[in-house]
């Protein structure tokens, strides 16, 4: 059986297949920069002191 590629991407579509491809990167991209850059949490973070109480509270605890 023969398909023309037009053909075999329309039966795939059918059967609920998707063209899925990743991200693209840039060449002169630096991984090292990118980890420096990324925000460090901070002790005065509102929502990580509030989860913080929450793991070290007794009703936390008790459940």
């Not at 023969?2 to 063209?19: M, R, S, T, V």
């Not at 920069?33 to 008790?62: C, H, I, M, W």
């Amino acid at each position: 059986m023969d398909y023309h590629p037009n053909a075999i991407y329309k039966l795939l579509e059918q059967l609920g297949f998707n063209w899925i491809t990743s991200r693209s990167k840039h060449p002169k991209q630096a991984i090292e920069a990118q980890t420096a850059f990324k925000k460090v949490p901070v002790g005065n973070d509102p929502y990580t002191n509030q989860y913080k109480n929450l793991l070290s509270s007794e009703r936390f605890l008790a459940n």
